[in-house]
């Protein structure tokens, strides 16, 4: 399948079949986070992998929707800012670098049939003490991962033209 198949494939599942997901599966998908392009290649970030059977209800307190919990797994990218590089003008790019690796994570979960909702709407205390996070790591973003049991709705997207701008503003 060629990049923009699987860009067209890819959708936000928010319904999930309570099948595991194989080791193998899973490590390929952490295995292109890892490949991600990162600002001087600092990586700064973690990924914590959560097995949601049995932690529904301290999962539910990150972010409520019942579907987050129906996937065998969620993963939250966690980014930590005095590892990352900062710009002349102090712009700091972990969070640029978190979401890189989360967004390679999403596509390859894709291509291997597996099913993904990027979720930046949870609750960061709780993440905090669900995650028992250090005082120096961010929650950045979590995606629930399993096999989808819902079909794509419709993607409405602008025009290239509404997006694109060239040579200047």
Wanted: hydrophobic letters at 40%; a negative charge.
């Amino acid at each position: 399948m060629s990049f923009l198949e699987l860009a067209r494939k890819r959708y936000s599942v928010r319904a999930y079949k309570p099948d595991s997901i194989e080791d193998e599966k899973l490590e390929q998908v952490l295995e292109a986070a890892r490949l991600a392009p990162t600002a001087c290649n600092l990586q700064p970030f973690q990924f914590i992998v959560i097995h949601t059977r049995g932690r529904e209800a301290e999962l539910g307190r990150i972010y409520r929707a019942s579907w987050f919990v129906q996937a065998p797994i969620v993963i939250c990218a966690c980014g930590v800012p005095s590892q990352g590089w900062t710009r002349r003008d102090g712009k700091n790019y972990c969070e640029v670098d978190v979401t890189i690796a989360m967004d390679h994570l999403i596509l390859a979960a894709a291509d291997l049939g597996l099913g993904t909702c990027w979720i930046g709407a949870f609750h960061p205390d709780a993440a905090r003490e669900v995650l028992e996070l250090p005082d120096d790591v961010e929650p950045i973003a979590f995606t629930p991962l399993g096999y989808p049991d819902d079909q794509p709705g419709h993607k409405s997207r602008n025009s290239l033209d509404e997006l694109v701008r060239y040579e200047h503003w």
